[in-house]
């Protein structure tokens, strides 16, 4: 089975504190992605990679930063969290998609991480 | 730039009855389209895709999607809605090459016995 795992499912951290939400998934994808959901908002992009060591912006970068050592971990970073980011976090991976398998290519989500800051 | 609508926040459905979510979208391309469905304090679990083929899809949980290439949509539909449907379901498209996939902003569907 697909398993997209997320270190905390609930967090609660002090405003300006540095932040670190980890994932990790076992099945050798190429792509991981961080979004954030807020009520009315529905997801939004907030970092991807296609690589190792590789990331690209999403749509609401700031304030957020991202690591990609290893092809299974992917890390969301807040560099110094603030209420704004009171959020629920998920993080997701997929097959890099390729002109032979351009199907195979829906995104496995985590359990999500309710973070809170205060 | 890829854009995905769903036009209804909430649906409410009687037991028993059919249930359709609507969901319109924009892409550039040829569109590869997704729903998901999410139970309260989970993530999204993947229903069913569009890809190419049959623009009828069937999908989990007797879950179906028609695309509609003229209008644009790609509405989710199932013949007989069970309480336990009752949850938030995300409608997403991908455009062609390796780009992530953009959500709408979620409906919610209530199922009421």
């Known amino acids: 089975d697909v398993k997209v795992t997320q270190s905390s499912r609930y967090l609660v951290k002090r405003t300006g504190e540095k932040v670190f939400l980890e994932c990790v998934q076992d099945?050798?994808?190429?792509?991981m992605f961080w979004y954030r959901q807020d009520p009315g908002l529905g997801l939004r992009l907030i970092y991807f990679s296609y690589d190792v060591k590789m990331k690209e912006k999403g749509d609401i970068p700031e304030g957020y930063s991202v690591s990609r050592e290893k092809k299974e971990r992917f890390s969301l970073i807040l560099e110094s969290a603030s209420t704004n980011q009171t959020s629920m976090y998920l993080c997701a991976s997929s097959l890099y998609v390729r002109l032979d398998r351009p199907g195979n290519t829906e995104a496995f989500f985590g359990q999500g991480t309710r973070l809170t800051v205060v | 730039a890829q854009s995905v609508a769903q036009p209804e926040d909430q649906v409410n459905v009687a037991e028993g009855n059919p249930l359709t979510v609507k969901c319109t979208y924009s892409v550039s391309g040829n569109p590869y389209l997704f729903w998901y469905v999410q139970y309260p304090n989970r993530g999204l679990q993947f229903l069913l895709k569009y890809i190419t083929g049959d623009n009828l899809v069937k999908g989990s949980y007797g879950f179906e999607a028609e695309f509609n290439k003229s209008q644009t949509s790609f509405h989710l539909k199932k013949p007989s809605a069970l309480v336990s449907d009752s949850a938030l379901y995300f409608c997403?498209?991908?455009?062609?090459?390796?780009?992530?996939?953009?959500f709408g902003k979620g409906t919610r569907l209530s199922v009421i016995a």
């Open positions: 099945m050798d994808h190429e792509n």
């Open positions: 997403a498209v991908r455009g062609s090459g390796n780009t992530p996939l953009v």
